[in-house]
């Protein structure tokens, strides 16, 4: 009986889990691998899934999906909204939503599957299947590899995954070269004196302080990068005090940055740590600010001889114009550590989950940032059709190129 891949990715939809906690969606991937009489193995990386696809020799080709929700409030509206809430790292009670499209990613992989078990006499060689946990974390690739991944399993010979985004259904977007950015995610805990909110001048007060730094940060990109290049800083987060008459002891910010290279990295992170250490001087600190990582991701390099191949393959495929060059996208992804320690190539594209009527509207309007909701958007939704049956078939149109 084959998967009912529409079930699958509504059910995975409506219960999202936060990074390192996707153990109901292993079992929902589980019980379909063992439908299509998969053998496969939980608990990589704490909660990722692996399983394996054999048909005689040939290449290796690993296959990715990143599985993982986050922590937003689900707007949509549709009948299989998410109303889940989970506990994050801090302890705190959020709520919780597919809010990237992993659940489209894990629905595709297993259609994908189903679709080169039923045509091994059609192709030579090993389909090795990742269901990777805490992407959104960028933590779940290294758990996995930390794990012994590698050891347990054929080595690839190329690496390929895919991710959902805001293009018209149907479309496909993939470059050669850099087409995510690096990133860092970073801590940064201002050290000041607390006290009476009645009594500022007894204190160091590092709300001020943090104001300050935010403002300042701002400025790196606008005034010290050169324009034609691309870099972002971002203060996600900042938390200080928790009364308004009392001068909090500590603020701490999270920073989100991104780069093109390392080249690149190395300039920015220097420079917020720059910026970050003068302003705690000029507030009088008396302890130096503590900075630390969060987490460490590579930019996502597209191997330029397999990425023309696969778009040839993809154009045969779907018909010429299908694909196009997005651009390099600004978000970052872990899934080149996959490809950066086993030495092989790497190949990641996107896919569309809009509905064409509605992107051309908004484009045509010039409203596509305002009217189409983006990646992390609480009111991002694909349309169920084509991007279910798209994403099924370029990941095993992508997997069928690279097998003998």
């Not at 079992?27 to 394996?52: D, Q, S």
């Not at 499209?101 to 030579?124: I, Y």
């Not at 169920?384 to 078939?393: A, F, N, S, W, Y």
Request: with cysteine; aromatic share 6%; charged share 20%.
């Amino acid at each position: 009986m084959p998967l009912d891949l529409e079930a699958i990715y509504t059910d995975l939809h409506r219960h999202p889990e936060l990074s390192f906690q996707e153990t109901r969606t292993a079992g929902v991937i589980t019980r379909e691998l063992a439908a299509l009489g998969l053998e496969y193995e939980e608990g990589v990386g704490r909660t990722g899934v692996v399983t394996v696809v054999r048909s005689g020799d040939g290449p290796v080709v690993w296959l990715r999906a990143d599985m993982d929700g986050l922590p937003v409030a689900e707007q949509t509206g549709l009948p299989y909204a998410s109303t889940a809430r989970g506990v994050d790292p801090a302890g705190q009670d959020v709520p919780v939503m597919h809010a990237c499209g992993h659940d489209m990613h894990v629905t595709a992989l297993l259609g994908a599957l189903e679709k080169l078990q039923a045509t091994r006499g059609e192709w030579s060689g090993t389909v090795v299947a990742v269901f990777q946990p805490a992407e959104e974390y960028g933590a779940g690739a290294q758990a996995m590899i930390a794990d012994g991944v590698f050891d347990r399993y054929p080595k690839p010979d190329i690496v390929l995954g895919q991710h959902l985004t805001p293009l018209p259904a149907g479309t496909i977007g993939v470059r050669p070269g850099t087409q995510m950015a690096a990133s860092d995610g970073i801590t940064v805990t201002l050290h000041g004196r607390g006290g009476h909110g009645s009594r500022p001048h007894a204190t160091i007060d590092p709300v001020v302080m943090a104001a300050a730094t935010v403002m300042r940060l701002q400025t790196i990109v606008s005034r010290e990068v050169d324009p034609r290049e691309m870099a972002v800083v971002t203060v996600g987060s900042i938390h200080a005090g928790l009364k308004n008459n009392i001068i909090p002891a500590e603020a701490t910010l999270e920073l989100s940055l991104r780069y093109p290279n390392d080249e690149a990295r190395a300039d920015i992170l220097a420079r917020v740590e720059r910026v970050v250490r003068a302003e705690a001087a000029a507030s009088g600190a008396e302890q130096e600010p503590t900075i630390s990582t969060l987490h460490s991701l590579p930019p996502t390099i597209n191997d330029a001889d397999a990425t023309a191949r696969l778009t040839a393959a993809l154009d045969r495929a779907f018909g010429e114009g299908t694909v196009v060059d997005p651009g390099m996208f600004t978000g970052s992804e872990d899934v080149s550590w996959f490809a950066r320690e086993s030495g092989a190539p790497l190949v990641y594209w996107f896919w569309g989950g809009v509905d064409p009527q509605q992107y051309a509207d908004a484009a045509a309007a010039g409203t596509i940032s305002r009217d189409i909701p983006t990646n992390h958007s609480p009111f991002f939704a694909p349309v169920l059709h084509p991007t279910i049956e798209r994403g099924v078939d370029a990941l095993t149109v992508a997997a069928r190129e690279f097998l003998s």
